[in-house]
């Protein structure tokens, strides 16, 4: 398998056993992020890894937080949310460790947390492990960023999920690449996925 077929074959997946990378796996899957694209080089991802028991007590913050936020949420979606994440095999907060009164636009330090996020979701399926990156609510609560440790104007990006795939991790069909690309020679690009979306 070429290092293409290998990217062009990774998927997002929550069908995640154990094991998990362990510290010396995770230490060089995460230093991928050193390799993302960051005007600047202002590094503004962090990485808060969440393993064993602290799986459950993060997914209680998870939980006060979806109260904060929403005093009716439903029982059965605050079962759904503390189960996800005291049960993966291992969680990574995504932080952003932003710096609004710098030269550099904070919507491109944001984008370099979402580049180096990308670098580890590959770097995790180039070892054999599986992940997916989710968000939700709870991701945009101050008080629970600052819980974890990013007090404003510093924020979360979501959460990794990590193990390996298992038996239920299945690809999802993608989607055929020509109708997002376009060539320009002059006027106003248009993508034939547009032109679909709007019939």
């Not at 962090?46 to 993060?58: E, H, L, P, W």
């Not at 904060?68 to 189960?83: G, H, N, Q, T, Y």
């Not at 710096?99 to 770097?123: F, G, S, T, W, Y």
Request: hydrophobic share 45%; proline share 8%.
């Amino acid at each position: 398998m070429t290092p293409l077929d290998l990217l062009l074959s990774r998927f997002s997946t929550d069908a995640l056993v154990q094991p998990a990378p362990d510290a010396a796996q995770l230490e060089r899957i995460l230093s991928a992020a050193m390799c993302a694209p960051d005007h600047g080089r202002l590094r503004p991802w962090r990485y808060v890894v969440i393993r064993d028991d602290a799986r459950a007590r993060v997914a209680e913050l998870v939980v006060a937080s979806m109260k904060r936020l929403d005093p009716e949420v439903s029982e059965a979606k605050i079962e759904k949310r503390r189960d996800r994440f005291s049960t993966m095999p291992l969680v990574i907060a995504l932080g952003m460790h932003l710096r609004p009164d710098h030269k550099i636009p904070v919507i491109e330090q944001e984008m370099a947390v979402a580049a180096a996020a990308m670098n580890v979701l590959n770097a995790l399926h180039f070892t054999g492990f599986g992940g997916v990156w989710v968000s939700g609510d709870v991701t945009y609560d101050p008080q629970f960023a600052a819980e974890l440790g990013f007090d404003a104007p510093h924020r979360l990006a979501g959460f990794l999920f990590v193990g390996t795939p298992g038996p239920d991790a299945r690809p999802a069909r993608r989607a055929v690449v020509d109708g997002y690309v376009a060539q320009w020679n002059g006027p106003a690009t248009r993508f034939a996925v547009d032109d679909s979306d709007a019939r």
